[in-house]
């Protein structure tokens, strides 16, 4: 059993059945002190590696190869800017974690009212079926290019994805992690032989990480530019980190508690670069390939992937592209389930069971695609993606709000009480993710 202490003063740390996570919290071994800084290391690599899945699911596809193909470069630095809002945020929500003992749902519950809490939950529930939005059209758009499926019978399909999120749940903690890691090892080497294909002239990409006052000025760059933010920096997973960093069964004391988060923000900063690179390569690929050959026009996946293969001069060019496309899909899977969780449970204290709570939400997300492919063809699956991205934009400072509020109260926060400097970038973070949204509700209502 890892080495227990009682909370700090104005700490409260929830009973055993009302743990984050339940069974899962604490279950996994972590090296005693002084050992290897590796084994260390390794013990606390995975949750990170979680999170970064939701920075690179289908949703992030729609607006990289929509920005790249229409702006060539110019985003590039919204994608930057983003990853590095995403580290400091992530970082904000492993402390919160580590520091009370209860995710962020769990700390809203305790410190707002009930009405506020209801409203908090529906806004986050919103935000979790518009990213399983994404991974059902996403995941229907890969199987309908590997195997001809068609993207009704492909979406519906995505419901079997149930049993998967079951049989990994039930082998424990460290398997659902190795599952998520390979499979964001296919995405990264399927975008890293693209890239290489494709060529790119590295200072006009590296012009591109440069901002420019176009992505503000122009109606449609900014629309693009919010929706790369709603698709990088997600709402649920500062939800889903705070919990699962609890996951590591570290002695529940102040140095216990400030040598995990030392490793947790380790872990999340690598598996966030990485989700950096997928990022800026999907960007990167339709810029250099679309872009610059004249085709302004490709925002659909199918476009892409039909296109890549002649411009590219390589068949296997468009396989690596939908097979990274379906490996993304699978993975944002899972992570949702666990997101939704622990959504329902902080701030309801309800426990259904996962595999109800997954086909509820996948049923949420299936029907909006069903009626648009019905009424507008395939091709609207395509706005229905990038306005999903848009949405949970919209939806996000209602997250961060709350995480940055809750980790600028010193006497809560104990011996992991926040640094001033750190608070400020998350003050300016929030700041700039309100204006960002009011000036797009604005440009929407005038359009």
Known sequence: MPETSPPAPGRTTPGDSHRSLGEMNASVAVPAAGGPWWRKLLAFVGPGYMVSVGYMDPGNWATDLAGGSQFGYLLLSVILLSNLMAVVLQSLAARLGIATGMDLAQACRERYGKRTNIVLWLLCESAIVACDLAEVIGTAIALKLLFGIPLLTGAIITMVDVLLVLYLMNRGFRRLEAFVIALLTVIFLCFAIQIAMASPV????????????????????????????????????????????????????????????????????????????????????????????????????????????????????????????????????????????????????????????????????????????????????????VFSQVLLSMQLPFAVIPLVHFVADRKRMGALATPRWLLALAWIIAAVIVVLNIKLLIDTIRM
Not at 291 to 314: C, F, K, N, S, W
Not at 362 to 376: C, D, E, K
């Open 202 to 385: 590295l200072g006009d990409v590296l012009a591109g990480f440069i901002p420019r006052a176009e992505i503000v000025t122009h109606p449609q760059a900014l629309y693009l530019a919010i929706g790369i933010v709603g698709a990088t920096v997600m709402p649920h997973n500062l939800y889903l980190h705070s919990s699962i960093v609890q996951t590591r069964a570290y002695p529940r004391t102040d140095a216990g508690r400030r040598s995990a988060l030392r490793w947790a923000v380790t872990d999340s900063t690598i598996a966030l670069s990485l989700a950096l690179f997928v990022n800026a390569a999907i960007l990167i690929l339709a810029a250099s390939v679309f872009h610059l050959h004249g085709r302004t026009d490709v925002a659909e996946i199918e476009q892409a992937y039909e296109l890549l293969a002649p411009m590219l001069g390589a068949g296997i060019a468009s396989t690596l592209f939908a097979v990274a496309l379906l490996a993304s899909g699978v993975n944002s899977t899972v992570t949702a389930t666990l997101a939704g969780q622990i959504v329902m449970e902080g701030f309801l204290h309800l426990r259904i069971p996962p595999w109800l709570r997954r086909l509820i939400t996948r049923g949420l997300a299936i029907v909006p695609v069903v009626v648009v492919t019905a009424i507008y063809g395939e091709s609207g699956t395509a706005r229905l993606l």
